[in-house]
């Protein structure tokens, strides 16, 4: 990441970070300790909240309308808690809840899914809309998962892994045309 603005709302005075050419929808509400990376976006009615832990969000990745991105608090047990990872080029489609998870790069997370604490989502992949990814399960690279909860489906295809990466760059040309609209 290249650095860095100031955006959003502190907490305990730390703001959120943003890459060059991002676009933050004016609607979205992003607080505290979260770093975004270059050329990514956050649409209309996104909560996104590093508070009790933090949050990281990769390059040319887009978070869609109405998604809630938050996190878990570190403990007597647990001296990590979790913290929300999202790599680069993931697309997070509308109203889905990422919470305290690992989220690979070249990901497709369907409409509405839910993804819990601990879960890894590995490079490569589809989560069906609607969707859930249980507490601390691992989605194997490659693979289209559905259901609630989700089960491996079957591998991907080559058209659908190349779709992943197209999808990303059609939400980097998207948020550079809002970018025109909110720069003039
Ligand atoms: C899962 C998905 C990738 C389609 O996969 P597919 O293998 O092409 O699925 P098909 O449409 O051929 O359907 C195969 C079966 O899966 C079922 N199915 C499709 N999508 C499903 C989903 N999200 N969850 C559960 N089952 C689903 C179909 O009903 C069908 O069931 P059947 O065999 O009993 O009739 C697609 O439906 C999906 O969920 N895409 C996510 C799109 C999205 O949310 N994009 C982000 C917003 S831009």
Known sequence: MTASKSIGRPYKGQYPQLGARCYIDAS????????IGDDSSIWPLVAARGD??????????????????????????????YPLLIGDDVTVGHHCMLHGCIV???????????VMDGAVIEDDVIIGAGSLVPPGKRLESGHLYVGSP???????????????????????????????ETQG
């Open 28 to 35: 979205a509400v992003i607080v505290g300790d979260i770093k």
């Open 52 to 81: 009790v832990n933090y949050i990281r969000i990769g390059a040319r990745t887009n978070i869609q309308d109405g998604s809630v991105l938050h996190v878990t608090r570190t403990g007597p047990d647990d001296p990590h808690g």
């Open 104 to 114: 690979g790069n070249r990901i497709l997370v369907g409409m509405s899914a839910v």
């Open 150 to 180: 989700v089960k491996k489906a079957r591998p991907l295809s080559d058209e659908e892994r190349a779709f992943l990466q197209k999808s990303a760059a059609n939400y980097v040309y998207l948020k550079n045309e809002y970018l025109k």
